[in-house]
């Protein structure tokens, strides 16, 4: 089980650019999470989706930011016109919708906008 | 909203100390707590998960319990090792199915050798 997978593990923009971050889930999972944490604000829920579909995404800013799941094997969380302050490690996390449902995140992406 | 305060900001402790981390939270709902734990450069990995059914939950030599009463729950380990040197979070769901986590602001442990 390779667990969830975040491409790519350390991306650089500069200030305008657009930012697309990968996550693939743990086979199987069918919930997919998208959380961004920073030293100052912590660790914070941005996106849900559920079977593919869009659950909950009061966490996106809402401007700028984006989040898809094409598929059960992936999604992504655009960022267009990056920000210094977009700056961030963001996490993708996995889960079953039934039983336990306990969150498995990825090792992250580190997003840092000169 | 739902929240998770979590004050112990840094713990510093020697090899076989004891240690307590508590949380407390704010919601309407009986949530469902868990404890993550984060190495450098990793993302946070699940430690334990309590319930209102359950209360307690127990792993890897760590122990959380759930007080309803005071809206609390804690963290804590008998004996600590250097290799638990991370990073903890407590967090809470609304519910016990697939849905958001809200973190506390993490507690640094530093144990010297």
């Known amino acids: 089980n390779a667990g969830v997978i975040q491409t790519p593990r350390h991306k650089v923009t500069g200030k305008g650019q657009e930012a697309t971050l990968w996550c693939e889930p743990i086979s199987g999972h069918s919930a997919v999470f998208w959380y961004r944490q920073t030293i100052v604000q912590g660790l914070e829920f941005l996106t849900y989706f559920r079977n593919q579909a869009p659950i909950d995404d009061s966490g996106m800013p809402k401007e700028r930011f984006s989040a898809q799941m094409p598929n059960q094997s992936h999604s992504t969380l655009k960022i267009q016109s990056t920000q210094p302050q977009d700056s961030a490690v963001y996490l993708c996390?996995?889960?079953?919708?039934?039983?336990?449902?306990?969150?498995?995140f990825g090792p992250g992406t580190r997003l840092t906008v000169l | 909203g739902d929240s998770v305060t979590q004050k112990q900001g840094q713990v510093t402790l020697s090899e076989d100390d004891f240690l307590f981390i508590n949380c407390t939270y704010s919601?309407?709902?009986?949530?469902?707590l868990f404890w993550y734990v984060q190495y450098p450069g990793q993302g946070p990995q699940l430690l334990l998960k309590v319930t209102t059914a359950n209360n307690k939950g127990i792993s890897r030599g760590f122990e959380a319990t759930y007080d309803k009463g005071t809206t609390s729950f804690h963290l804590q380990k008998a004996s600590v090792q250097e290799s638990d040197s991370a990073v903890y979070f407590c967090a809470l769901a609304y519910t016990g199915g697939a849905d958001r986590l809200t973190f506390g602001k993490g507690t640094q442990l530093i144990i010297q050798p």
């Open positions: 919601t309407t709902t009986y949530p469902t």
């Open positions: 996390a996995s889960s079953f919708t039934t039983g336990g449902c306990e969150q498995y």
